[in-house]
């Protein structure tokens, strides 16, 4: 979230006394789905976020975290003593956290240390709501009227007693700021009374929101059920919350669940239809589905709303270059370099347009230019070596596919190549690890298994090969090929029964499969299916295959003197 801008610091004003606070030892949820179930005056805020980052961090000692925040939340009751007003207690609460103790608000929220409210403790540092959690749960150990409030993007606390209210902007040390200033900073929608943003958040959709920065955390480290199950209960918890719901919908689109991808978008701009990065997603989501048009046109919205967004640009390219209009598709990613010329994938993506359409020289000096921004970008390796490869630079492919896997080691497409290569050098034990490697990296990969199988039957070693073409079809069951290679491996073995089932197989899904047919019919006839035999050698014949006429002659005779 974003958390820097001015603020507008204007006169205190007396609020009513805080009662003391009553440390909650009783608490008894065991889990983040018990707390749920309970009512929101019944809730403990950092009792219940503790039990999520326990899941984080099973050795996580939580009453260790909940005596320190009992133990702040004392300090200032000492400071302010008996009978002090909301407003001075919030201030010495400032002090003692930002002034005191040094907690400093950090830009990003990228690091799950950041996000927890334990480490948040232990490193005095955090965003805007991991800091505003701590603020809220000091305060609900002082029964201060604290409110989390969130805006697109940002969240913050609110002092409300129901007659005076002022904000408290926990990454800029405490300071004020009127409604006003947040509405305009991070252009919250009015969503009336069924609004999330800008209004005090109840304790659930607190943790709703903390769900939403917690899936994304899961996300980043690919994650990806965890994220989806988060992410649905922050969405269960705050329906009205766009970045719930565009979060959500990022999840759906990498499960390839397209649609649900863009109900969500689409339910996202409703709520908030200024949202850049949101009608951008849903381009992306609309290119998926191939509509490049539906696409081109979010991504358009997007950029007038953010013409500095440069992954706008880049799909815009990408769907321009689908469409067949390469020239528009290079010109937005040469706009966008001269947004940022040091974003490697801008290089990429232009490298990827020039390798489509053969034009090698000019995507090698732009793969060479992503790889003097970022050194160890496996994109930009990865493409560097497939176009030498076509270039048949086989040591120099080499060299690349090597960096791949180095940086990224368990990158399919890097170790296929790898194979690729060791094939085109003759280096058969070379390209038969590369194999394996790509299995370990991607177990379900088909082409690997059929690569290996075909290897060994070159050397065959028919019983190893048909375990690979076995593997293959399990994966790929509608592949002619694979049924006829693994028919093949059993004929080399004199297996005639199995085949002529995966022959039989093979032009089931196949007809037009000559070669398949005259293996047939020699099988066929070496099981003395003379009728049969004879049959399909006709067809093979008839399909262009160079049929023995000797052997067609041969059947005659025997199916005649039958």
Known sequence: MTNKFLYLIFAAFLLGIPSVGVCRSNYSPNSIEEVLKLDNENIDLASSVLLVSKRWNNQLNSTYYIDTIDRLAQSVREKV????????????????????????????????????LNTVIDNKRGYC???SILYLAIGERLDLPLYGVVAPGHFFV????????????????????????????????????????????????TIGCFFNNLANVYMNREQIDNAFYYQKLSVALNPMLAEARTNLGNIYLRKNMTDLAVEQYET?????????????????????????????????????????????????????HSKGMDERAIAYLKAAAQINEHDPDIFVALAGIYRDSKQWDSAISNY?????????????????????????????????????????????????????VYNK??????????????????????????????????????????????????????????????AVSCSARDMHEPAKQYYLKTIELKWNFPA??????????????YN????????????????????????DKIVTKK
């Not at 009978?83 to 608000?105: E, H, P, S, V, W």
């Not at 160890?376 to 086989?394: C, I, N, P, R, T």
């Not at 790509?438 to 039957?457: H, K, R, S």
Request: neutral net charge.
């Open 81 to 116: 003593g008996p009978g002090a007003n909301y407003r001075k207690t919030c201030d010495a609460i400032n002090n003692l956290l930002f002034y005191q103790m040094g907690f400093k608000a950090i830009d990003s929220a990228d690091n799950p240390d950041d996000l927890f």
């Open 516 to 529: 398949a047919h005259n293996n047939l019919a020699v099988t066929l006839y070496t099981l003395g299916k």
């Open 129 to 131: 709501l991991s800091l």
């Open 425 to 486: 050098l003759n280096w058969p034990d070379e390209e038969i690890t590369a194999y394996k490697n790509a299995i370990n990296a991607e177990p379900n990969y088909a082409g690997a298994y059929q690569n290996l199988a075909n290897i060994y039957m070159a050397r065959k070693q028919y019983d190893v090969a048909s375990q690979y073409y076995e593997t293959a079809i399990k994966l790929n069951p509608k592949d002619a090929d694979l049924y006829f290679n693994l």
């Open 158 to 205: 609110r002092c409300d007693d129901g007659k005076n209210s002022f904000n408290i902007e926990t990454t800029q040390m405490g300071v004020n700021a009127l409604d006003s200033h947040y509405a305009q900073k991070f252009n919250a929608p009015n969503n009336g009374s069924q609004g999330v943003y800008m209004r005090n958040l109840t304790k659930k959709e």
């Open 268 to 320: 996202a701009l409703d709520i908030n239809p200024s949202d850049a990065k949101t009608h951008h997603n849903l381009g992306n989501a609309y290119r998926k589905k191939g509509n490049f048009d539906a696409a081109i046109k979010q991504y358009n919205i997007a950029l007038k709303l953010d013409p500095n967004y440069v992954e706008i640009y880049k799909g815009l390219a990408w769907a321009y």
């Open 368 to 420: 060479k230019r992503a790889l003097i921004i970022k050194t160890d970008s496996v994109d930009a390796a990865y493409g560097l070596g497939y176009v030498y490869f076509q270039k048949e630079m086989y040591y120099e492919a080499l060299e690349q596919y090597r960096t791949a896997v180095f940086y990224q080691p368990l990158n399919v497409n890097a170790h296929m190549g790898l194979a690729m």
């Open 532 to 555: 049969q035999a004879l049959d399909h050698a006709k067809i093979a014949k008839q399909q262009g295959y160079n049929v023995s006429q000797e052997f067609i002659d041969q059947l």
